[in-house]
Structures are given as structure tokens and as C-alpha cells.
């Protein structure tokens, strides 16, 4: 019942032989370091109030975001807390997740989902920065030009969150636009704190 964009990432990323979370030069997998880490510790049980319903009405989401919860235990553990918004019933249009599940396995961060990139489990990986932090577009099928996107932001070298929206199928560029500007949002949210 839930789409695509709000399940568990399956293939995620393996720790590498290097201890290093923040892509320095001993990472295989280099990224942009954090420089202002945020807590994201607040939103861990609600996660659901990350985004602003201000952000959730601009968008036209009327009914109120419902927590996620995976189909079975290890993927729960894999994904961390987050939070969906359907425009109808059944219909997941939006969704905004913590990784802690990668960070809690060593593997977390922009690092983390780079080497999965690295490794073919994600179909594309493209740099980018939202809010003064680095991100980056990915997943594991390229569903952009079908109104499918998802983005992940380092909010510390060793944890993202993630913003996923979907079935913008009239519109497929609405998807990652629609994400750019949760994520955006999401990042003023940790800023101000609970």
C-alpha cells in the first residue's frame, strides 16, 4: 500500500574498510564534509513534524502526514523514523525519513549512499546543495522523467534524511522541485530546533 517512494532502500550501503564517515581523502567514497552539523535527535519519535504544515498546505496536502512503518523489522532498522503524506488515501505522495539505520551500522551519510551509488546498487547520483548543505538527487530506478524523486541531505557527515515524492506523472518535473523545497524546509525546521 505504500509507494515505492516511501519504502525501505534496499541495497544499503556496506561499510568500507575505511573508518572515516566524512569522505576525507581515506574514503573511497568522497563527499562534501557538514560544516554546521543539525540535530535531528528532537524529530527521532515525531518525525512527522519536520515539515512545516505551512510547507504541507503551499503544496496542497490536506490530510496530516502518518508515520511510517516498514513491512518487517531488519528493514525498519535499515531506514530509521519517517513520516508520509498522501494527497488520497493509499496514494503516498511525500515522504521524509531520518537515516539513523545506515548511521547505526556505520554506513551513514552522504558517504554511505555515495558507495551504494559506487557499488550499482542506486541507478544515478547527482551532487548537489540545498540550504548551505551538501545532498544529492538518487535512487535505486531513475523514475524522474515518470514524476518520481527522491534527494538526501547531510545533516551531519554521518546521518541524512531524505525527501521522496512521487506520481507526478502530468508534471514530472514537480517531483524533484517538490523535494528541493521540503528539503529546504526540513533544514530550517532542524535549525530552529524542537
Known sequence: MISACSQAEPGTAEPSSSPSGNGGADSPYTVPPVSQELDATPYLTKPCELVPDTTLESLGFALPGEPLSAENESTADLVGPSCGWWLKPGNTLLSVGIQTGNREHGVGG?????????????AYWESTNIGGYPAAY????????????????GIADDLTFSVSAGVYEN???????TVEKVATDVIGTLKRGA
Open 171 to 177: 508534471e514530472p518535473q514537480q517531483a524533484c522541485s
Open 110 to 122: 552522504l558517504r554511505g549512499l555515495r558507495g551504494g551509488y559506487e557499488r550499482g546498487q542506486y
Open 138 to 153: 538518487y535512487d535505486i530506478d531513475d523514475e524522474r522523467q515518470e514524476g518520481r524523486c527522491r534527494l538526501a541531505v
